[in-house]
């Protein structure tokens, strides 16, 4: 809209203009007259304090009355605003929808935990990340050597699948080096590395790159205490370091027995066993089965919230079996490892993959000693957890994943039905969360 159109009658926007500028000029007489002659009688006073009053209150029409005027204007089309307002109604809607999702803990490590919580975060921003930080080798146990840092790298993963960047932010984070002294390494573990150096802290480093990232929901490190994670092989010797106990299991030829931590006593942080006791679910997994998820477990504050948490209790198992970690293990094999690690009440269901890989990747994975979990539905049965199936088969590059969206689907409708609905205060969120899975649905 030019200068000009708005000297047009009828427009309704000069006349508050001129009874804000009277508004301003009373105020301005009755500070001067003041300002000049400071002795005057009551008369004076009460005349000059009126004239205020009528100012402020000649702005405050002629602010809220040129506002709906201009408003109206708006609405007329008089004047032309760049808003999407469909993209604002959708950023509304979904900020409000996220808020009201459920109370959701993870708890793992590795690849397998920041997969699952891509998808989580379409349902709720109430998400907890519980990371384990056992982690010694590659690009982070080098940073743990040099600067005696807890491992970032299963954390910076979890961060990043929880933020809200931009594609190329995220790709700058992943970049490892190629070569001098930080090949292989990758920028994002450099990044907490250098707000560790800033911070009071490992948990302050974390949450201030959580803020810089603009992280749906929290991640926290399992404890501050620096563990490492040791193996006791079915042939009696010790392995230490969480990178080299699949290797020596191979090497050795003798499976894992039980894990450990160095030292037992390790102190979660007292924001991880909150979340844990609050929280409506609880996921364990995906994720290797002996160095990313039980050593989470092993820290004793965790383990008990978990078993008092009244918390729907989920392990999502992996796809295919691990080279040194769960050889030839069924899914019962891995439910009863976890219980045997970390007692009973830490689960109540067991979410499974039933879709297939196609023979030829499975050949390719089968020579990497690597197969897929055989679901025992008996034995699962009998140790009296409830079987969840579906097909969460993602294959990119030959590299077999589970379906971010697919499983979290999955989680969350079982959430929904095994939680929300049996509780009343919790209905309002199971509707919310119905509409999201509608909408998802529809994409």
């Given at each position: 809209?030019?200068?000009?159109?708005?000297?047009?009658?009828?427009?309704?926007?000069?006349?508050?203009?001129?009874?804000?500028?009277?508004?301003?000029?009373?105020?301005?007489?009755?500070?001067?007259?003041?300002?000049?002659?400071?002795?005057?009688?009551?008369?004076?006073?009460?005349?000059?304090?009126?004239?205020?009053?009528?100012?402020?209150?000649?702005?405050?029409?002629?602010?809220?009355?040129?506002?709906?005027?201009?408003?109206?204007?708006?609405?007329?089309?008089?004047?032309?605003?760049?808003?999407?307002?469909?993209?604002?109604?959708?950023?509304?809607?979904?900020?409000?929808?996220?808020?009201?999702?459920?109370?959701?803990?993870?708890?793992?490590?590795?690849?397998?935990?920041?997969?699952?919580?891509?998808?989580?975060?379409?349902?709720?921003?109430?998400?907890?990340?519980?990371?384990?930080?056992?982690?010694?080798?590659?690009?982070?146990?080098?940073?743990?050597?040099?600067?005696?840092?807890?491992?970032?790298?299963?954390?910076?993963?979890?961060?990043?699948?929880?933020?809200?960047?931009?594609?190329?932010?995220?790709?700058?984070?992943?970049?490892?080096?190629?070569?001098?002294?930080?090949?292989?390494?990758?920028?994002?573990?450099?990044?907490?590395?250098?707000?560790?150096?800033?911070?009071?802290?490992?948990?302050?480093?974390?949450?201030?790159?959580?803020?810089?990232?603009?992280?749906?929901?929290k991640v926290i490190p399992v404890t501050l205490d620096h563990v490492v994670l040791k193996a006791k092989l079915n042939n009696g010797n010790i392995v230490k370091g969480e990178s080299n106990i699949p290797k020596q299991a191979i090497e050795q030829n003798s499976p894992i027995e039980k894990i450990f931590l160095d030292p037992k006593d390790a102190k979660a942080l007292s924001e991880a066993v909150s979340a844990i006791l609050e929280a409506d679910a609880i996921i364990l997994g995906p994720g290797s089965l002996y160095t990313s998820i039980i050593p989470n477990l092993l820290v004793e504050d965790i383990r008990s919230a978990i078993q008092k948490s009244e918390a729907l209790k989920i392990y999502v198992s992996n796809i295919m079996t691990q080279p040194g970690e769960t050889d030839n293990f069924t899914v019962a094999d891995h439910v009863k490892t976890i219980v045997s690690h970390s007692g009973n009440r830490i689960l109540d269901y067991v979410v499974v993959n039933v879709g297939k890989i196609g023979d030829e990747l499975e050949e390719k994975y089968k020579g990497q000693a690597s197969h897929l979990v055989d679901i025992d539905r008996e034995n699962i049965k009998d140790l009296g957890i409830k079987l969840i199936e579906g097909d969460f088969v993602s294959i990119k590059e030959d590299l077999i994943r589970h379906n971010s969206e697919k499983l979290a689907a999955i989680l969350i409708e079982t959430i929904m039905d095994k939680k929300l609905l049996c509780d009343r205060k919790k209905i309002i969120e199971y509707f919310y969360l119905s509409e999201r899975l509608k909408e998802k649905n529809k994409k």
């Open positions: 809209m030019k200068i000009i159109d708005w000297l047009r009658p009828g427009i309704k926007v000069k006349r508050w203009v001129l009874l804000a500028a009277m508004g301003i000029l009373f105020i301005a007489f009755a500070l001067l007259e003041f300002v000049k002659h400071r002795l005057y009688s009551s008369y004076y006073m009460a005349f000059y304090i009126f004239l205020i009053i009528v100012g402020l209150f000649a702005i405050y029409i002629s602010v809220t009355q040129g506002m709906k005027s201009i408003i109206a204007l708006i609405n007329r089309g008089y004047i032309n605003v760049s808003l999407d307002s469909k993209k604002l109604e959708t950023l509304i809607y979904e900020k409000r929808l996220l808020v009201k999702g459920p109370k959701i803990v993870a708890i793992g490590g590795g690849t397998g935990l920041s997969t699952m919580l891509r998808g989580l975060k379409y349902y709720t921003s109430n998400i907890t990340a519980i990371v384990t930080v056992a982690d010694d080798g590659g690009g982070s146990g080098d940073l743990r050597e040099d600067l005696g840092m807890l491992p970032p790298g299963d954390i910076r993963n979890c961060i990043l699948a929880l933020s809200d960047t931009e594609p190329l932010m995220e790709e700058l984070l992943q970049y490892r080096f190629k070569d001098g002294r930080l090949k292989n390494q990758s920028f994002g573990n450099l990044f907490l590395a250098a707000m560790d150096g800033v911070s009071n802290n490992f948990e302050e480093a974390v949450q201030k790159m959580s803020s810089v990232l603009a992280v749906t929901g």
